[in-house]
T-cell receptor
Framework: KAGVTQTPRYLIKTRGQQVTLSCSPI?????VSWYQQTPGQGLQFLFE???????NKGNFPGRFSGRQFSNSRSEMNVSTLELGDSALYLC??????????????FGNGTRLTVT | AQRVTQPEKLLSVFKGAPVELKCNYS??????LFWYVQYSRQRLQLLLRHISRESIKGFTADLNKGETSFHLKKPFAQEEDSAMYYC???????????????FGKGTKLTVNP
């Protein structure tokens, strides 16, 4: 079974631009979560989608948004990029949205650099 | 607020020595706790979860509610255990919501030959 696939692997953008990251979950997985990883803050939860609905959201500004399609693929968008948005963005999928019974499977991440 | 603290950023042991990676949490309810591991050039993956009470690759972790700890232990470390280890907490699910993970900042374990 193919793992979680994130594209692109690397992105370089300038301040003020917007960016869209893509995530294809493991086949059959209906839940997709997004996490931001930075050296200072570590791994922080962005949001989670299940059956095309956002079920949970972390403490990030409205510039961060996402969506999930009917095939469970997900995208996240960051508008008006700031230097502090430079990070590794990780996508994770699971069968359901109960982590105790459906563990997360992570992708390799998209490394975003904002200059 | 939920918080996970891993007090050691770096931990170095010799092969065959016991290893303990510390994890303390702050949460008012009864959380679910997990250990995730990231080997060099590999993706983050689940190592074990407290609800399963399992031993994976010789590692075990016991939830101590009194001390709010979930330390990861292995009696005899192997070189292939060298990796980044993250402790994570999942708060109780909110109505209509979903579970998320609150991660610690991680401990880099190096097992020397």
């Amino acid at each position: 079974k193919a793992g979680v696939t994130q594209t692109p692997r690397y992105l370089i953008k300038t301040r003020g631009q917007q960016v869209t990251l893509s995530c294809s979950p493991i086949s059959g997985h209906r839940s997709v979560s997004w996490y931001q990883q930075t050296p200072g803050q570590g791994l922080q939860f962005l949001f989670e989608y299940f059956s095309e609905t956002q079920r949970n959201k972390g403490n990030f500004p409205g510039r961060f948004s996402g969506r999930q399609f009917s095939n469970s693929r997900s995208e996240m968008n960051v508008s008006t990029l700031e230097l502090g948005d430079s990070a590794l963005y990780l996508c994770a999928s699971s069968l359901g949205h109960r982590l105790r019974s459906s563990p997360l499977h992570f992708g390799n991440g998209t490394r975003l650099t904002v200059t | 607020a939920q918080r996970v603290t891993q007090p050691e950023k770096l931990l170095s042991v010799f092969k065959g020595a016991p290893v303990e990676l510390k994890c303390n949490y702050s949460y008012s309810g009864s959380p679910e706790l997990f250990w995730y591991v990231q080997y060099s050039r590999q993706r983050l993956q689940l190592l074990l979860r407290h609800i399963s009470r399992e031993s994976i690759k010789g590692f075990t972790a016991d939830l101590n509610k009194g001390e709010t700890s979930f330390h990861l232990k292995k009696p005899f470390a192997q070189e292939e255990d060298s990796a980044m280890y993250y402790c994570a907490l999942s708060p109780l699910i909110t109505q209509g919501g979903s579970e998320k993970l609150v991660f610690g900042k991680g401990t880099k374990l190096t097992v020397n030959p």
